[in-house]
């Protein structure tokens, strides 16, 4: 079975513009969680969706939003990027909410 | 507030040493706890996957143990290896969401 994969592997956006970052999880797994590694820390959790509804929710400001698709693939989205926002976006999936998670190889994004 | 520490934050031994990482979280209220290893600039993987309701899990060289009514969880590396070099990650799975701490960083030395 394939792993988790994601698109693209890396990416360089200006401040205030605006990137999508995609998700395919394991096949038969309907959880998906997004998380945020900046250089040097652990992974900081943005979003968990279920069966395509949000279920969690981290502390990240609003230009954060996601979504779940019917085959359970996600997308995340971030608005009016900051340098900040640079980092390495992880995505993970699971069968479910409290089960073992699997995570993808992650999307670069570099904010200049 | 749900927080994760791993001591120690790097760690540097000769080859064929064992060796333990220490993990402590301040909400004992989880489902299970995950260790993973990261190599620079890649994914996570996962090394073990410990149940709320178990003391120990195993794989290879690897030992996993919980303590949750304390907020504990150790992993014990045995006879590591060049190889095992990499940042290792601990995370309590609190249902909605992964708590990862900052990891430890391994080298292990020829």
């Known amino acids: 079975d394939a792993g988790v994969t994601q698109s693209p592997t890396h990416l360089i956006k200006t401040r205030g513009q605006q990137v999508t970052l995609r998700c395919s999880p394991i096949?038969?797994?309907?959880?998906v969680s997004w998380y945020q590694q900046v250089l040097g820390q652990g992974p900081q959790f943005i979003f968990q969706?279920?069966?395509?509804?949000?279920?969690g929710r981290g502390n990240f400001p609003d230009r954060f939003s996601a979504r779940q698709f019917p085959n359970y693939s996600s997308e995340l989205n971030v608005n009016a990027l900051l340098l900040g926002d640079s980092a390495l976006y992880l995505c993970?999936?699971?069968?479910?909410?409290?089960?073992?998670?699997?995570f993808g190889p992650g999307t670069r994004l570099t904010v200049t | 507030k749900q927080e994760v520490t791993q001591i120690p934050a790097a760690l540097s031994v000769p080859e064929g040493e064992n060796l333990v990482l220490n993990c402590s979280f301040t909400d004992s209220a989880i489902y299970n706890l995950q260790w993973f290893r990261q190599d620079p600039g890649k994914g996570l993987t996962s090394l073990l996957l410990?149940?709320?309701?178990?003391r120990e899990q195993t794989s290879g060289r690897l030992n996993a143990s919980l303590d949750k009514s304390s907020g504990r969880s150790t992993l014990y590396i045995a006879a590591s290896q060049p190889g095992d070099s990499a940042t290792y990650l601990c995370?309590?799975?609190?249902?909605?969401?992964?708590?990862f701490g900052p990891g430890t960083r391994l080298s292990v030395l020829p």
């Open positions: 096949s038969g797994h309907k959880s």
């Open positions: 969706y279920y069966e395509k509804e949000e279920r």
């Open positions: 410990i149940q709320s309701s178990q």
């Open positions: 995370a309590p799975n609190y249902g909605q969401n992964f708590v």
């Open positions: 993970a999936s699971s069968p479910d909410r409290a089960y073992e998670q699997y």
